[in-house]
């Protein structure tokens, strides 16, 4: 499981797993605003994981009333940058 954002990078990029998008860093509500922008905008079609610094209480009812559900998944990548993050995973209801 890839928890790491890659050597290049970029905040998003596609495993197994789904795509995942890394917003650690960014100041609220920013982290919240790029998670929903790429599920409005169809860059997600059944799996994103998502890389955060902290819980976003405030993404679940966004994420609800957009039909999605979520979890928050343990990071076990064990590299020093995400020995802190949350990570979440959101999916798609008819997925």
Known sequence: MTCARPEDGTRIWQTAEGVHIDVRGLEPPEPMVEILRMIDQGEVESV???HLDREP???YPELVDRGWN???VPSSCGEPD????V?????????
């Open 70 to 72: 979520h979890e928050i």
């Open 57 to 59: 209480i405030f993404l």
């Open 48 to 50: 994103l994981i998502a």
């Open 82 to 85: 995400c020995a802190d993050e």
């Open 87 to 95: 990570k979440l995973r959101i999916v798609r209801w008819s997925a």
